[in-house]
């Protein structure tokens, strides 16, 4: 197994630099068609929370350079559609304007993926098969802490390949799921935009931390490990990333960090505050009757997004991705 590479950069205003390496070093060339998964876990442009859409517009334009097709997809939100966020957000407009294209991929043909060597429930997937069928996948990810999963990044980042907006009622198997995706979809460039991180309540809720970073390597596992660890947190607190550490042979000590060094980043962010309603929430993940039960009623969950807004006595909009 070859070692797993991280390259940790400090950013400048102008990035292109940075990309430009990181799409030579993913030996792109040649590639007929190329698959970016953005986040856009908010339905408008919030540093920190969404994807740079200037800097989305400079990777799909140096990737143009050198493949044939470069599509940008992301999946509706559970509480708006893809469509809505990628014209609010502004990618839409900036991956056109470098000779891209845009895939709501909830609207997408769906390819029915079996799992093979696997040792829980979930045995298969309906996945979009523009992800399916690309030729690469890029993961562009963001640094963010999470209420329900203490972490989110680049592994968690590829749920949102999973089309159905109803993709909540897997909340029981995350581990599962995003081991499951990590080993099918493999990016073969991972890039972490960690200029604005997110600490607290994320991924939508947090506290923004200027960390003026930027993570590129071949192996989204290596990214979160190195990128958790530069947050301060504890692997055994981020309970998918433990899981799928475990299950890969991959440990923090065995990637080999380029460029700054963790020791001269790290920063101690603040964990999500788990008040009673994103405990309640919690609790009911673990059981996939409850989800089911609980999410399928539009109802019930304005209710329950009302209560909490009153409970925490001031606007909220709970994340549900």
Known sequence: MHPKIVRITRSREDITEILRKAVKDAAMHGKKRVFIKPNMSHPEYVPGVVTDPIMLQQLVGLLRNSVEEVIVGESNGFNYPCSSAFKNTGIETAVKAAGGTVIN???????????????????????????????????????????????????????????DNRRIFLHPYLNEVFHTLYRILKPELVIMDARIALEGNGPTKGDPVKM?????????????????????????????????????????????????????????????????????????????????????????????QKLTVAYRGKPIEAQLA
């Open 105 to 163: 991929l909830s609207e997408d043909k769906l390819v029915r993926t079996k799992f093979r060597n696997v040792h829980h429930v979930l045995k298969e997937l309906d996945l979009p098969k523009t992800v399916v069928e690309a030729d690469a996948i890029v993961d562009v990810a963001l640094m963010k802490t999470h209420e329900f999963t203490m972490f989110s990044g680049a592994i968690k980042n590829l749920f949102g390949c999973v089309p």
């Open 212 to 304: 003026d970073l930027m993570l590129t390597g071949d192996d989204a596992l290596a990214i979160d490990l190195v990128a958790s660890g530069i947050m301060g947190l504890k692997l055994e607190k981020i309970r998918h990333l433990d899981y799928i550490s475990k299950q890969a042979g991959l440990r923090t000590e065995d990637i080999e960090v380029q460029g700054v060094q963790v020791r001269e980043v790290t920063r101690r962010f603040k964990t999500p505050r788990i008040d009673l309603p994103v405990r309640a929430q919690i609790e009911i993940y673990k059981h996939e009757y409850l989800t089911k039960v609980f999410f399928c009623s539009l109802p019930i969950v304005k209710l329950f």
